[in-house]
């Protein structure tokens, strides 16, 4: 059974702060990774992708692959309270599914 | 921006009811998958379409269960005879053709939520 195991949270970081999301996989031959944001209700919005080893950087936003450790990570930085929400990360499992960890509830606090 | 976009909002049906769900993905993309997300748990892949026939599905895609392409923008979810327990939220998504064998990035739909009473 593959598996995307992430820590549920709450992870709570004062805002401004580096908030840093982490996620372990189990198929080492996956290839593409990805991390959505998730805001109650809604659908899952994408942020990032990321398919080779090393940092990727857009915006505030920095996704971190290591595929030896099977571990793919996304740092905040200058958190701000918008950016509370569910960060799910997704990796695919066939060339044509991509299965979900159950996300880390972020929360930026004042 | 191109979005995918899902109708209706929100489904309501009594247990043994047919429903279709709606989606319109963004037009030039080829590849079609419906997900679920039952409230407070994580999102489950159903299906995926390419080429006008199912690639790959999973366990919970039963018998109860289809997919079509009626026309060149419209994708459709049917599930035959609802069951409470198939009360969720339905996420459409699509994605360019991916390459070498590795997944595109999916872009996911606003969602039906589906209420079996």
């Known amino acids: 059974q593959k598996e995307v195991e992430q820590n549920s949270g709450p992870l709570s970081v004062p805002e401004g702060a580096i908030a840093s999301l982490n996620c372990t996989y189990s198929?080492?031959?996956?290839?593409?990774f990805f991390w959505y944001r998730q805001y109650s209700g809604k659908s899952p919005e994408l942020i990032m992708s990321?398919?080779?080893?090393g940092d990727k950087e857009d915006g505030r936003f920095t996704a971190q692959l290591n595929k030896a450790s099977q571990y793919v990570s996304l740092l905040i930085r200058d958190s701000q309270p918008s950016d509370s929400a569910t960060y799910l990360c997704a990796v695919d499992s066939s060339a044509s599914k991509i299965i979900f960890g159950s996300g880390t509830r972020l929360s930026i606090r004042p | 921006e191109p979005e995918v976009t899902q109708t209706p909002s929100h489904q309501v049906t009594q247990m043994g009811q047919e429903v279709i769900l709606r989606c319109v993905p963004i037009?030039?993309?080829?590849?079609f998958y419906w997900y679920r997300q039952i409230l407070g748990q994580k999102v489950e892949f159903l299906v995926s379409f390419y080429n006008n026939e199912i690639s790959e599905k999973s366990e919970i895609f039963d018998d109860q269960f289809s997919v079509e392409r009626p026309d060149g923008s419209n994708f459709t979810l049917k599930i035959r005879s609802t069951k409470l327990e198939d009360s969720a939220m339905y996420f459409c998504?699509?994605?360019?053709?991916?390459?070498?064998?590795?997944?595109?990035?999916?872009?996911f739909g606003p969602g039906t939520r589906l209420t079996v009473l």
């Open positions: 998504a699509s994605s360019e053709a991916g390459a070498s064998g590795s997944t595109d990035t999916q872009y």
């Open positions: 990321i398919y080779s080893n």
């Open positions: 037009s030039n993309h080829l590849y």
């Open positions: 198929d080492r031959v996956s290839q593409s």
